[in-house]
């Protein structure tokens, strides 16, 4: 089974904000997804406010996470964009996918 990644991009009219609602799973492998879709968000509205909002995922791997916001962070620097706002859950949720594994792992 792979770990499922979906995006819900919401954009104001006016181009203030962009909202992109995570759901599945943000891991190592699935970020590249992701940052193309903020990179994105960020040349779209230059100067508004772009949330990343993980909250709805069902998993979310720290890895993945810090390779997300390293590069958002690189490309900040770079194009000179606004800093991108990332709201996670506390503690970061996993899914079933990775408790099979670890289960059969522990074994
Ligand atoms: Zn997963």
Same mark, same amino acid.
């Given at each position: 089974?792979?770990?499922? !990644? @979906? #995006? +819900? #991009?919401? #954009? *104001?009219? *006016? &181009? @203030?904000?962009?909202? !992109?609602?995570?759901?599945?799973? &943000? +891991?190592? *492998?699935?970020?590249?997804?992701?940052?193309? &879709?903020?990179?994105?968000?960020?040349?779209? +509205?230059p100067s508004g406010q772009i949330t990343v909002d993980l909250t709805g995922s069902s998993h979310v791997e720290a890895t993945g996470l810090n390779l997300l916001r390293a590069a958002v962070d690189h490309d900040e620097d770079d194009s000179n964009g606004r800093p991108v706002l990332f709201v996670v859950p506390e503690p970061l949720p996993f899914c079933a996918i990775t408790g099979a594994v670890a289960t059969v792992s522990v074994r």
């Open positions: 089974m792979n770990h499922h !990644l @979906s #995006v +819900t #991009v919401r #954009v *104001d009219l *006016d &181009l @203030s904000t962009v909202r !992109l609602a995570v759901t599945g799973c &943000l +891991t190592e *492998d699935s970020y590249p997804s992701l940052l193309a &879709l903020t990179l994105r968000a960020r040349s779209l +509205t």
